[in-house]
């Protein structure tokens, strides 16, 4: 009898301190608020801007370097810079403190493109070479700046804390068995992967605004989609489809933006 009283008490305990651990995550996460100056969403974010330069440009080289370096042809290097370039210096990512640079991988087989927080943008040659003009290659560049500007990695970071929190409330909470982690890890997933698909259409519609913003046609952002809807085939799942939401959504959304800016 005993025993199962003091079983009990303790279960309150660890109940507790779990509701405790979690409610702390989401006070530090809603305390933490931030409009974005450059795009006027609010967002919750724990980093400022230099901290996520040093943290981009920190992991650049590594991150290269999973994609078999940089690709060895210096004028190709040159095209995505000037591309790159051309759409910073005619849109709001001009005004943005962070720090723009632009690379092509050498990973010929994978289909990606990605921005580091703080501008660092790379490009596969993958997707390089499968690009059928200027127009699209601006396109992709265009996405992954509006991530940068977006801020987005950041708001990841501060959503991965969040979600570490809550696991771990859930985990003490509970008598720490491997179901009670397999359904705290599911929630954790479930909270980022809808907001990462937010993060892609915001992207998308500030990629289409920086096109045309640099006299690009935001229609081949379109035929971009259409590319990575053709790569889409059994033997070959680009990773890019892991993180970014389905083409055929997307490009209703892209539709939409180019109404939406074009004058
Ligand atoms: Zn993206």
Known sequence: MA??????????IKL?????????????????????????????I???AEQEISIGLRSAPHMAQEYGGLYPDQQLQNQVDQVGRKLINASIAHNTPYQYDFHLLR??????????????????YGLFKRLENIDQLAGVLGHEIGHVVGRHSAERIAKQSLTQGV????????????????????????????????????ADELGVLFMINAGYQPEQMLG?????KQTHD?????EYQNTHPDPEHRMEKIKEAIRKYKK
Do not use: C
Request: glycine share 10%.
């Open 107 to 124: 990973d010929p087989n994978t289909i990606n493109a990605f921005a580091l927080p703080g501008g660092q943008v790379f490009i596969t």
């Open 224 to 228: 971009v989609m259409k590319i990575l």
């Open 167 to 202: 696991i771990s409330g859930v985990l003490v909470g509970s008598d720490g068995s491997s179901g009670a982690a397999q359904t705290a890890q599911m929630i954790g997933n479930l909270i980022s992967m809808k907001y990462s698909r937010n993060d892609e259409l915001e």
């Open 3 to 12: 025993f199962s009283i003091r079983n009990r008490s303790s279960l309150a």
């Open 46 to 48: 724990t980093l400022n």
């Open 234 to 238: 059994g033997n070959h799942i680009p």
């Open 16 to 44: 507790i301190i779990g509701a405790g651990i979690i409610l702390f995550a989401f006070i530090k996460y809603w305390s933490n608020t931030d409009t974005n100056k450059w795009t006027g969403r609010k967002q919750h």
